[in-house]
């Protein structure tokens, strides 16, 4: 079974930046990969996913320019670069597996992390 751990979030001003990443340990296979996040009070939204060669890439409007993700398969390892944050940006921020295509879906992730905090005060 794989397991997925994210790390990198925390307490950033607007305008700056942050890199969460994701690193996947135990059986892997070939997923895709892709980030979700839940804001206080707010559904879970998708943000951005990569395929299993690091190929194919899509985003949410909301981040489309100023989210970049991207993967190390030697590491085991997704990323997501984010820059130009704003405190709408803040949000628990998860990461997730699918041995289907990427795409924004998430019932189409059956591999979850635990999250982690991205605070963004202005």
């Known amino acids: 079974q794989v397991q997925l751990v994210e790390s990198g979030g925390g307490l950033v001003q607007a305008g700056g930046s942050l890199r969460l990443s994701c690193a996947a340990s135990?059986?892997?296979?070939?997923?895709?990969m892709a980030w979700f996040r839940r804001a206080p009070g707010k559904e879970r939204e998708f943000v951005a996913a990569?395929?299993?060669?690091?190929?194919?890439?899509m985003y949410a409007d909301s981040v489309k320019g100023r989210f970049t993700i991207s993967r190390d398969n030697g590491k085991n390892t997704a990323y997501l670069q984010m820059n130009s944050l704003n405190p709408e940006d803040t949000a628990v921020y998860y990461c997730?597996?699918?041995?289907?295509?990427?795409?924004?879906?998430?019932?189409?992730?059956?591999?979850w992390g635990q999250g982690t905090q991205v605070t963004v005060f202005s």
């Open positions: 990569i395929s299993w060669s690091g190929g194919g890439t």
């Open positions: 997730a597996a699918s041995g289907s295509a990427y795409s924004q879906i998430p019932d189409e992730y059956k591999i």
């Open positions: 135990g059986r892997t296979f070939r997923y895709a």
